[in-house]
């Protein structure tokens, strides 16, 4: 049994967190697989969208307590261990906006702390009815301070603030209207919907999302002008492509594209 399950359906990689007994906790171990998954998916191609999901009854539910917990029997009390530990974090979060491909996340049950980090870390979200969401560090004593960095990212700071500081969980309703997720759907249909959006987008032009979506974060934290002037630059690179030609074409004459790339 595999810590971090792949299944490929066309130009869709499934990406499913395997450690239910941990309730998909990010170990060391399943933050060593999503790195080597990310930096085979961004090499790969074939692939246009990815998902992110979790066996059993959570998503995740974040990082490994009782591995940080031993960390503290080194002779620094771990900190070395916790520098690596959330460096490497870091790294599979920023990874999962700098891919190429669009990643989804496919959640349920329950994700907390680093768990909702990954989340809000993904390009969009769906969340199956009565799933959780929180970073609730605060209520053992660790502010969740790397999970924050995405979360304000996300969703209003006012918001993440009452989140960070009050552990408080919040419903699936709740989390579409801050805009954490995208869209919430019953618990047996969480699988298909989520294939269902992950194919929309794998049918458009992949080089048009992979350019998108490297746009859609550089342009995020700039000035307004300065934002325009790089979408702009984008825009017209896009526009001087031999697909790009062929999509304006067959959409004025009616008829589908013949795509190359």
Same mark, same amino acid.
């Given at each position: ?12 990689? /499934?990406?499913?967190?395997?450690? *239910? ?7 060391? @171990? ?20 990815? =998902? ?6 959570? &998503? ?12 503290? #029997? ?6 070395? @261990? ?31 702390? @680093? +768990? ?26 660790? &502010? ?12 209003? /700071? ?14 699936? *309703?709740?989390?579409? @209207?801050? +805009? ?18 992950? #194919? ?8 048009? =999302? ?8 550089? #342009? ?34 009616? /008829?589908? *594209?013949?795509?190359?790339?």
């Amino acid at each position: 049994m595999k810590l971090l399950e792949r299944h490929d359906t066309g130009a869709v990689a /499934r990406l499913c967190l395997n450690a *239910p007994d941990r309730l998909n906790a990010l170990s060391d @171990a399943m933050l060593a697989a999503l790195q080597d998954q990310l930096d085979a998916l961004a090499q790969d191609r074939d692939i246009r969208v990815v =998902v992110i999901s979790g066996a059993g009854r959570a &998503f995740c539910a974040g990082h490994d307590l009782r591995e940080m917990q031993a960390a503290r #029997q080194a002779a620094d009390g771990g900190a070395a @261990a916790f520098a690596d530990l959330f460096a490497r974090c870091a790294r599979v979060m920023t990874g999962i906006t700098t891919l190429p491909q669009v990643v989804i996340a496919q959640v349920h049950g329950i994700a907390t702390a @680093a +768990g909702c980090q990954l989340v809000a870390s993904c390009d969009m979200a769906v969340a199956a009815e009565g799933t959780r969401f929180g970073v609730n560090g605060v209520n053992i004593g660790l &502010f969740c301070s790397t999970p924050m960095v995405a979360l304000t990212r996300n969703i209003p /700071r006012k918001a993440a603030f009452e989140m960070l500081t009050t552990g408080r969980l919040i419903e699936a *309703p709740e989390a579409q @209207a801050l +805009g954490l997720v995208n869209r919430v759907v019953p618990p047996d249909a969480l699988a298909a919907e989520t294939l269902a959006l992950a #194919q929309t987008v794998a049918a458009k032009l992949g080089a048009a =999302v992979r350019i998108g979506k490297s746009a859609f974060y550089a #342009q995020a934290d700039l000035p307004l002008d300065q934002a325009y002037a790089h979408a702009g630059a984008v825009m017209a690179e896009n526009m001087s492509w031999r697909d790009t030609e062929e999509g304006i074409a067959a959409f004025l004459e009616k /008829r589908r *594209p013949d795509w190359q790339g």
